[in-house]
Every structure is written in C-alpha cells, then in structure tokens.
C-alpha cells in the first residue's frame, strides 16, 4: 500500500517538476522580450507550481518514514528501491531517474534566466547611469573638509 501511494507521490512530483521546466522555458522567452506584466504573471504561476511541490514533497516523505520505519536512517529513493520488490524496484529507479533528468534541466534554464535578469539589471543601471551623470564640482574643495556658510547680502535691505 505505501510502496504504491509513493509511486502514485513521484509520478505527480515529476509531472508538476515538467510543467514548471515549460513555465520556466516560456519565462526565458518573457526575459528576452523584456515584457514586465508578463513576467510578474509567469512568476505568480511559478510560485503555484512550487507550493505544490513542497506540499507533495512533504507527503513523499511522510510515505516514505512509514514504508521504511524508524529503523533505517537514510530515508532516500535508492534506500526505498533496495526494499522493494522487482516490478516496483524498476519503477522507482525509472522515476528517480526521470526526476533527475527534469531537474538538471531545469537548474540549466534558471541559471540561464538568472543571467538574463543580471544582463538586463546591467543594461538598466547603465542607461540611468548616462541618463543621471553624477555632479562633480568643478572648483576646488575645502581641504579640512567642512563645508563654510558663506554670507551673502540681500540685493533688498531689511531694515528699511
């Protein structure tokens, strides 16, 4: 019963992991276009796949601490396949492998979006940087460094 529960837990792991690889591609063509509203959407989506994620991941583990029992202190995939029967030991391999397959990729595309966000935070700085020069005096400065108040009179004599 458990040894299926947590088939059933990794197959929707794995589906949920390759729907937020194609969310996480579309999200590089969103980067390249620069297209802001349609950034902030695609993360907000995001965001759902990972609480998703978390939650099915914590219901693994949860299945996984009942199959293999207090005995066993590395409650890993490979320890679950060494439990278990042929048909179900294959299976368990094939999905761990898939699930690393998916998330190689999608470590690949987030590094990827993650230089294009730096690429483009670059090219922002850049532009407000020509846009807004910083002021430089172009008088000499008071050596001590403090700054003086000087008194000007007014063109308009007050006591008049």
């Keep these: ?13 794995l589906i949920l992991h390759q729907n937020l690889f194609k969310l996480s591609e579309r999200k590089t063509e969103i980067l390249k ?31 996984v601490d009942k199959w293999l029992g207090p005995r066993v202190q590395e409650k890993t995939l490979s320890k679950c396949a060494e439990v278990a029967s042929e048909p179900l030991r294959s299976e368990l391999m094939k999905l761990h492998e898939d699930l690393l397959k998916v998330t190689q990729k999608l470590k690949a595309v987030n590094e990827l979006n993650q230089q294009l966000t730096h690429q483009s935070l670059q090219y922002v700085n850049m532009s407000l940087d020509m846009l807004l020069p910083q002021e430089q005096t172009a008088t000499y400065g008071n050596p001590a460094g403090t700054t003086e108040k000087k008194q000007t009179r007014s063109m308009f004599d007050s006591k008049a």
């Excluded at 019963?1 to 792991?13: D, E, P, R, Y």
């Design 33 to 63: 276009k620069g297209d802001i509203d349609a950034l902030n959407e695609q993360m907000k989506e995001e965001q759902k796949y990972i609480l998703a994620i978390r939650q099915m991941e914590n219901e693994r583990m949860t299945i």
């Design 1 to 13: 019963m458990s040894a299926g529960n947590l088939v059933s837990t990794l197959k929707k792991i």
